[in-house]
């Protein structure tokens, strides 16, 4: 499947995750099903086609992502019965952040596998 | 498309939305009617998600089961009776907890809803439905095309 056939499904896959964590706690207002399907319709399709992202490898990770959505949303909503554009806007920011460092710790996991620190600098001299 | 901006988004949007809800007139275009079908169809998985909770997870097939013939009914519906969404959302997402929960049912000690599961839970669904539209049907007689309206989104006109 194509990834603009495929990121449907993806949506959906992720509205369930984010609706999983919320539960009974809260409903959603309608407006933010529309800002976040636009927003992440826009990301998950750019990962796709753009970095060669696949949703088969990587649902697990993205849907516990959603979750998280999830979490971050009832946090900044507090005690609204319902979660607004706003606590989703924070949310989605909280989000945005959280990725930035995980890609920030596995670009630096990744380095650290090609250059393992046992591995001397080639400059520096050993000293048997 | 402006991240920072949600409001600046959401005006757009309910430009959109509010139209339609408050003509309540079928909207023309085939390509309006699948676009509005999207956002229907994400806040159903939405109370889905909300009714099974952290009991299970989903299987990825049945999520492509749910959402292929879930998408088909809710735009077949859309298409007979026009984007009535505004009104019906209620109902709807209520029937998408029942569905979650019988599919919850089915699944029992898998841990996770795989596809037989999920159809299942459809199957149940729609005879609820039906029986519900019936029902409601003969309490309301002179409402014309009533009781298809109401089996409508899950139901769909395929069951004859």
């Given at each position: 499947m194509a990834p603009a056939e495929q990121i449907d499904y993806i949506l959906n896959d992720c509205f369930l995750?984010?609706?999983?964590?919320?539960?009974?706690?809260?409903?959603?207002?309608?407006?933010?099903?529309?800002?976040?399907?636009t927003r992440y319709r826009a990301a998950?399709?750019?990962?796709?086609?753009?970095?060669?992202?696949?949703?088969?490898?990587?649902?697990?990770?993205?849907?516990?992502?959603?979750?998280?959505?999830g979490e971050r949303a009832l946090f900044h909503a507090q005690d609204r019965l319902s979660?607004?554009?706003?606590?989703?806007?924070?949310?989605?920011?909280?989000?945005?952040?959280?990725?930035?460092?995980?890609?920030?710790?596995?670009?630096?996991a990744g380095l650290r596998v090609k250059?393992?620190?046992?591995?001397?600098?080639?400059?520096?001299?050993?000293?048997? | 498309m402006n991240l920072d901006d949600p409001k600046g988004q959401l005006a757009a949007t309910l430009v959109h939305s509010s139209t339609d809800a408050a003509s309540g007139a079928h909207l023309e275009?085939?390509?309006?009617?699948?676009?509005?079908?999207?956002f229907v169809v994400d806040e159903c998985f939405f109370a889905m998600g909300q009714a099974i909770g952290m009991r299970m997870t989903v299987d990825y097939d049945a999520v492509v089961f749910m959402r292929e013939h879930y998408r088909a009914k809710f735009l077949s519906a859309m298409q007979a009776f026009g984007n009535r969404w505004a009104q019906d959302r209620q109902n709807v997402t209520s029937v998408a907890?029942?569905?979650?929960?019988?599919?919850?049912?089915?699944?029992?000690?898998?841990?996770?809803?795989?596809?037989?599961?999920?159809?299942?839970?459809?199957?149940?669904?729609?005879?609820?439905?039906?029986?519900?539209?019936r029902r409601a049907g003969?309490?309301?007689?002179?409402?014309?095309?009533?009781?298809?309206?109401?089996?409508?989104?899950?139901?769909?006109?395929d069951e004859g």
């Open positions: 995750a984010v609706g999983q964590t919320i539960g009974t706690q809260k409903s959603l207002d309608p407006d933010v099903i529309h800002w976040w399907r998950f399709l750019h990962a796709m086609v753009e970095k060669g992202n696949s949703w088969e490898r990587d649902r697990q990770r993205v849907t516990a992502v959603g979750r998280f959505l979660i607004d554009l706003e606590s989703a806007a924070r949310a989605s920011a909280d989000v945005d952040s959280g990725c930035r460092m995980n890609a920030i710790r596995d670009g630096v250059y393992p620190p046992t591995l001397a600098h080639p400059d520096t001299k050993t000293v048997n | 275009s085939t390509t309006d009617l699948e676009h509005a079908v999207d907890w029942m569905f979650a929960e019988r599919a919850v049912r089915y699944a029992g000690d898998r841990g996770s809803i795989d596809v037989e599961s999920a159809r299942q839970a459809a199957a149940d669904v729609q005879r609820y439905c039906k029986l519900h539209a003969k309490l309301n007689p002179d409402s014309e095309g009533g009781q298809s309206r109401i089996a409508g989104y899950w139901c769909g006109d």
